[in-house]
């Protein structure tokens, strides 16, 4: 199934349960393992959305397992996926700004560096940088961005970030309440909370006028987005004539020549990364690059930067297997520990140049 009626189809569809454990086989992980294959809990929770036209609240005692993961979903069906991805930041996002700071996302690396838990903060730091000079942002402060949106904020760290470089003001739209509120006593406590602020918003129906942004933000969001079109076409709706668009996210591979699918054995890979991390459907940069040429916007480029990330991952892994890494994971939930045994799978894709970590930045036309 295709994102768009002039894409390459996209390859795989996500289920519920993984079929394996590709973690490391220390006892702790076989135990942690034992844990996430056991039945969710039906607990009943709920959430508010806020969008353009409309506020929805999601309540439902339904596993996440019942998600059907269609690019096509209309809103309505979109909840429980959407419910699953709340969950999961909701139990994540203290383990991981405890060992790795309030950036959670990918850090920029030496290709073939060694990493170790102290070098990451920087590395972070460096892809915000990275990203902005590859989007050839302008170097005039007369020309800095003045209003930021952070589509899939997490805790914060981007817009905070941002915000101080470029004395900005800066709102962050996340699917997690827990992250929500974090990011904003994280800006109250640097004395950012009249610069910056957080609200749970569904980033494919972003609660904010037409034209209301000069640089659009998503660092690592789009693999969340189960309609990869109605994402894009958000991102550039709420973007100002002149504006900065930067997607930073994970693909899978362009297909090549006379391909209509990846292979079966990468469809199978990427479904089980979806199960663990809540994701729909992957698509390739090349088929953001043709969403983005559809809405005719300007400036479009991309970039692999498969290489300067490779050594993340075996660094998320070392620290999670240090004993605070380990209590914390195992009181965070079945959901963060059914992601971290999903690291290794992210490892394999890389490897295997499935998974390739993507830039693609663009210009709304003046």
């Given at each position: ?27 702790p ?34 596993p ?6 269609q ?7 979109h ?30 690396y ?34 800095w ?46 004395g ?20 209301n ?18 994402f ?39 479904k ?37 990330v ?57």
């Open positions: 199934m295709g994102i768009a009626s002039n894409t390459s189809p996209v390859a795989t569809t996500c289920s519920s349960a993984l079929s394996q454990c590709y973690a490391c086989q220390s006892p992980w076989k135990l942690s393992y034992l844990w996430a294959l056991s039945p969710r809990p039906r607990t009943k929770t709920s959430f508010t959305l806020t969008s353009r036209s409309r506020t929805t609240r999601f309540a439902t005692g339904r996440v397992s019942a998600v059907t993961r690019m096509d979903m209309d809103v309505k069906e909840g429980p996926l959407q419910k699953g991805i709340a969950e999961f930041y909701d139990e994540s996002s203290g383990i991981w700004e405890d060992v790795w700071g309030d950036h959670m996302h990918h850090g920029f030496d290709p073939d560096s060694a990493v170790s838990v102290s070098d990451h903060r920087a590395a972070q730091i460096r892809m915000i940088e990275e990203a902005l000079r590859f989007a050839a942002l302008p170097e005039e402060p007369v020309k961005p003045k209003t930021i949106v952070d589509v899939g904020c997490g805790i914060g760290g981007s817009s905070r970030y941002l915000a101080r470089k470029f004395g900005a003001t800066s709102v962050g739209i996340t699917l997690s309440p827990v992250q929500a509120q974090r990011a904003n006593a994280l800006a109250a406590a640097q950012l909370a009249d610069k910056v602020s957080f609200q749970v918003a569904d980033a494919l129906e972003q609660p904010f006028p037409d034209g942004f000069d640089l659009v933000w998503s660092m690592e969001s789009g693999e969340h987005m189960p309609d990869k079109a109605k894009v076409a958000e991102l550039a709706r709420v973007a100002a004539p002149g504006a900065t668009i930067i997607i930073v996210t994970w693909c899978h591979r362009d297909l090549g020549p006379g391909e209509e699918s990846l292979k079966p054995w990468e469809e199978k890979l990427l089980k990364i979806c199960d663990a991390f809540y994701l729909p459907d992957w698509c390739s940069t090349a088929d953001y690059v043709k969403l983005l040429e559809s809405l005719s916007l300007q400036d479009i480029k991309s970039a692999d930067w498969s290489p300067f490779a050594p993340f991952w075996p660094a998320v892994i070392r620290s999670a297997l240090t004993w605070k890494g380990l209590t914390s994971l195992l009181r965070s939930g079945l959901k963060t520990i059914r992601g971290a045994l999903a690291m290794p799978l992210m490892i394999e894709g890389f490897k295997k140049d499935l998974i390739k970590f993507a830039i693609i930045t663009c210009r709304k036309p003046e």
